[in-house]
């Protein structure tokens, strides 16, 4: 109602308002927030109608602030331009016995990811719809604990978010894998996400990318990611690179983009609008781009290159070719042969498919 809304004015101000959402630190904001609602619960607590509707009230004085800041004043919550990143690190070899490991770090948001190599024999097998995909030789895992948002809840498996945004950073990464013939290796990637406040997914895949190139994975490109946002009104907008939690909640686009130096490999897009024009999504994306390269320059500080060699804890693989019809003398009788072979080699796995390859 209006008159709740001019009273809420009186109470705390929009300037008051904005010095309460106006912080880089999310925690500090929660709590701005938490004693600004304190102010008006005391102030209506004789019209319990107003305060059954109050927390809803709150969220858009709130909303309506910050659109403001960032549509009239291009400020936006945490002090940034319109089109600059949050302070970036990144490191790899952070975990010793793991095959790869890689730490990004974006503002709030912080993911650590561990690359893992399996003999091709390992690969997931898919029982899906599509009957041309039975196996996925690359899979990329997210997980996103209570902890990384500061709450504490159980654990239980993963839900269609975790599952979505592993996903999403699969698909971004899978068009600069090598081929099996090149590197005969299952491959598994996990994203753990140890802080959250905006876009996971992203720094998942730049996370993922150096992790890759840390456990000799020789990748074609290397791939960054990075999360666009939009505040439109009228004709009016504003496009935000690398938007944070508030951002995304408040405004009107999520639209991840990434790719290599080359070009796009994978793309998301939330929309609370009902659509926007050619010409938002040139400048957004032209936009994204140029971030990319800034995330880019940070993540090639720690490794510039895949390894040239494996680490010593990953398994080792040889491969070679025999004729299809001496598949059968390999093997022996009731698979004697190929046991025997295994059991006088020390800590050996040997796999043998139709066409007479042989990984060993």
Known sequence: PEELFAAIREVVTPE???????????????ENIRQVTAKFEEAFADKEDWLAILPD???????KTVRKMILKDH???DGRAI?????????VDIIPRVHGSAMFTRGQTQICNVCTLAPLSEVQKVDGLDPNVTSKRYMHHYNFPSYSVGETKVSRGPGRREIGHGALAERAL?????????????IRTVSETFESNGSTSQASICAGTMSLMAAGVPISNPVAGVAMGLVKKGENYTILTDIQGMEDHLGDMDFKVAGTKNGICALQMDIKIDGITKEILQEALAQAKVARGQIMDCMMSAISEPRDHLSPYAPKVAMMKIEPE???????????????????????????DDEGNVTI
């Open 16 to 30: 008051e308002m904005e010095e309460a959402v106006f912080t880089d630190e999310k925690q500090v904001r929660e």
């Open 57 to 63: 009230a709150v969220y858009q004085y709130q909303k």
């Open 83 to 91: 089109d600059q990143i949050r302070p970036l690190s990144a490191e």
């Open 174 to 186: 899978l068009p600069v894998l090598p081929s099996p013939e090149e590197f005969p290796y299952a």
């Open 326 to 352: 001496q598949i059968k003398d390999v093997i022996g009788k009731g698979g004697d042969m190929i046991n025997k072979i295994i059991a006088e080699s020390d800590n050996v796995k040997i796999d043998i």
């Open 75 to 77: 400020k936006r919550p």
